[in-house]
């Protein structure tokens, strides 16, 4: 199959006529885009041949791995038997139906926090566009209309539509879309590694970061706050992942305030930490969970909400119409390749494997990393990691951002074979929940090698001594 495809003849029309998401469209048209053909397991392959270990998912979501013929299957079935048929005017479809029922039975049963009803979307931003929309009406439903403000945090990422761009907080994105809109405001992440003070441990942090929460409600005014946004470990943001002390007081104080709490999933659900939700592991109680990316392992676009009954309630019994949806919510083939595809992880005991098997393997050889000079620290959880290159090991000094180290690192894993995002100076691995322990050797081996690449690329140029 590689060998059919021609390389420049698909960059060419590439180039001329695709506008790619998060790029620099000049830059990317002046050197082409790698062509990738084909994928198996935890591998892909480009238009060369050339075979790359797939560190990243694809985008966080292939989470059973490539090839899975029974996805195809359940696609093509679902096609032929109905290919789509809308949910707007009363009616549904069979796999949306199942699908609602099965994923409210995989959330946790916990009173008014019980999970019992779904909203469908395409997408994770979709998904947030529609929790805006759900949390205002709730408020309003209730007879606050006041409470609009929705409290996200700096470097969080809940999507690219203007909602879902304005709950995150990059600063890149706000920039260029006159974000966020209104009603919607930031606090600091829980990032130990950057703004913990001198001497503070890590618990004692988690506590403190989780206060800049009630710090803003108060400044907001606690009667004007509707909700509180992030993620139970920020993905796109660097994998910062949370003291232990930091959620169980996150919920201390959206409980003191009454404040609903939207625990954003799109990437920790489905096994990614070794639950199938991820507050699970954090022990939180959200009211609504945004979900997508791993729920058909990216086979397919779907995504959605997670509605707790506290909110569902309100919107059943006193809602009347409610006023949003889309074309696709609840689309027969997505929902029938979602069904599919939890048949896999429960088959395969995947999220059992990320907690017990290979989450705790990959902790252990990920943390071998952190004796690397170039690495200030590694983290792990479940299935994702991170580290943070730096300049100079002993006293954690940062690299100048403008010399992109990452950047430097991120080709250099290109080059030899790995998929590893690189986040400024952070980078990021969520492999695919089918690892054996070989390939994570295989995965380990290979970040070895590209970090003492990079290791003398930077002493090289002078970057370091
Ligand atoms: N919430 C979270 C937590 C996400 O990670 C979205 C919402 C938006 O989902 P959609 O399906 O609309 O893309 C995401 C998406 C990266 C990267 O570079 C991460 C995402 C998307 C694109 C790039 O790490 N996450």
New binding site residues.
């Given amino acids: 199959m590689n060998s059919t495809v021609d390389t420049k003849r698909i960059q060419a029309l590439d180039s001329a006529h695709f506008l790619h998401p998060?790029t620099d469209f000049k830059d990317l048209n002046s050197r082409g885009a790698r062509v990738i053909t084909k994928a198996q397991d935890v591998y892909v392959w480009d238009s060369e041949g050339k075979k790359i270990l797939d560190g990243m998912s694809g985008?966080?979501c292939v989470n059973v791995g490539y090839g899975r013929k029974e996805l195809a299957d359940a696609a093509h079935r679902q096609m032929l038997e109905l290919p789509y048929y809308n949910s707007f005017f009363q009616t549904t479809n069979v796999p949306a139906a199942q699908l609602a029922a099965r994923l409210a039975s995989l959330a946790p049963k916990v009173g008014d926090r019980s999970f019992d009803h779904v909203f469908y979307s395409s997408?994770?931003?979709?998904s947030?566009d529609s929790n805006v929309r759900m949390v205002r009406r709730y408020w309003d439903l209730l007879g606050q209309p006041q409470r609009k403000v929705i409290i996200g945090r700096v470097n969080g990422?809940?999507?690219?539509t203007m909602a879902?761009a304005s709950l995150g907080g990059m600063g890149g994105m706000h920039a260029q879309g006159d974000l966020p809109i209104p009603n919607i405001t930031h606090i600091e992440q829980p990032y130990y590694f950057e703004k913990r003070l001198p001497g503070e441990s890590e618990s004692d942090f988690g506590v403190r970061a989780a206060g800049w929460l009630e710090a803003k409600i108060l400044e907001m005014g606690a009667d004007k706050v509707a909700a509180f946004i992030a993620?139970p470990v920020q993905?796109?943001g660097g994998v910062i992942i949370p003291p232990d002390t930091y959620w169980p007081e996150i919920q201390r104080i959206v409980d003191k305030y009454g404040i609903l709490l939207i625990s954003?999933e799109?990437?920790c659900a489905f096994g990614r930490l070794g639950h199938w939700f991820a507050y699970e592991k954090f022990g939180y109680k959200p009211d609504l969970i945004?979900f997508?990316?791993a729920v058909t392992s990216g086979y397919i676009p779907l995504?959605g909400v997670m509605v707790g009954n506290r909110v569902a309630k309100v919107l059943i019994e006193q809602g009347g119409e409610f006023n949003h949806g889309y074309t696709y919510s609840g689309h027969p083939v997505a929902c029938a390749v979602a069904m599919a595809n939890l048949d896999i992880m429960e088959r395969e005991n995947l999220v059992g494997r990320v907690r017990d098997d290979i989450g705790p393997y990959l902790a252990r050889r990920f943390e071998e990393i952190a004796a690397h000079p170039l690495v200030g620290s590694t983290q792990t959880c479940g299935f994702v990691a991170g580290l943070v290159l730096v300049k100079d090991k002993a006293s954690g000094e940062r690299f100048d951002p403008d010399l992109a180290v990452g950047m430097m690192c991120r080709a250099h894993c290109f080059g030899n074979g790995l998929i590893m995002?690189a986040?400024g100076d952070r980078m990021i691995i969520a492999p695919p929940l089918t690892m054996t322990h070989a390939q994570i050797d295989e995965l380990i081996g290979l970040i070895q090698k590209c970090l003492d690449l990079t290791l003398a690329e930077t002493i090289a140029k002078g970057l370091r001594v």
């Fill in positions: 998060f985008l966080w997408s994770g931003s979709e947030n990422y809940h999507g690219s879902g993620e993905g796109a954003d799109v990437i945004t997508a990316k995504g995002r986040v």
